[in-house]
Every structure is written in C-alpha cells, then in structure tokens.
C-alpha cells in the first residue's frame, strides 16, 4: 500500500535551517508529483511546495520563495525539503502528500516549531 514517512521536524530559532524528508513506498514514485503542505494551528492546511514527477518542476508558495528548496531522489523514493532562512511564521506541521489514480495520500505530519 501507498505510505508516506515523513521526518526530520524540530524546533529551530529564527533564521536556522531545518531539512524534511519523506520517504515513500507502494508507487511508482518517478512518476508522482509530490508535495510539501504544512498546517499551522488555526489555520487551513496549505500547498507549501511541489515537484512533479516527469521534468522535476517545482513551485513554491510565495511566502517561501528563496528559502526552501523541494528535490526529489527516485533511486531512493525520497522527496526533501530543505527550509533556510526559517521565520516564526513557518511554525506548523509539515505533511508530505501525493495523489495517485485521483486519491490524494498523505503522511503522519512532522512538526516544525521556530522560536526565539
């Protein structure tokens, strides 16, 4: 079956740096886009980044430009984000997802807390 293993979250202070994973299995992971969505408390869940599975194009929400890079390893079935430059405001649970045959899956959540 299709997981998603997300790791890596932890508290940082401002400007630090973090690196997600999250690790796959049960798909065809070089033809997936897959995504970074985060959820901050109160908030709605939001699209943070994605890299589509055929020519490795990413997008990014604007809040995020500049300082985090979404890659993607097919040997391993890993996607990673990596968050430079981390602000108070990127404090939310970080949750790896994909869609397959029109179901969206989605991994367990990390936390990421940023704090001074």
């Known amino acids: 079956q299709v997981q998603l293993v997300e790791s890596g979250g932890d508290s940082a202070q401002p400007g630090g740096s973090l690196t997600l994973s999250c690790l796959t299995s049960g798909f065809a992971f070089r033809q997936a886009g897959m995504n970074w969505y985060r959820q901050a408390p109160g908030k709605e869940r939001e699209l943070v980044a994605r890299?589509?599975?055929?020519?490795?194009?990413?997008n990014y929400v604007d809040s995020v430009k500049g300082r985090f890079t979404i890659s993607r390893d097919n040997n391993r079935a890993t996607v990673t984000l990596q968050m430079n430059d981390l602000k108070i405001e990127d404090t939310a649970v970080y949750y790896c997802?994909?869609?397959?045959?029109?179901?969206?899956?989605w991994g367990q959540g990390t936390q990421v807390t940023v704090s001074s």
């Open positions: 890299i589509f599975g055929s020519w490795n194009t990413t």
């Open positions: 997802h994909t869609r397959i045959a029109g179901r969206a899956y």
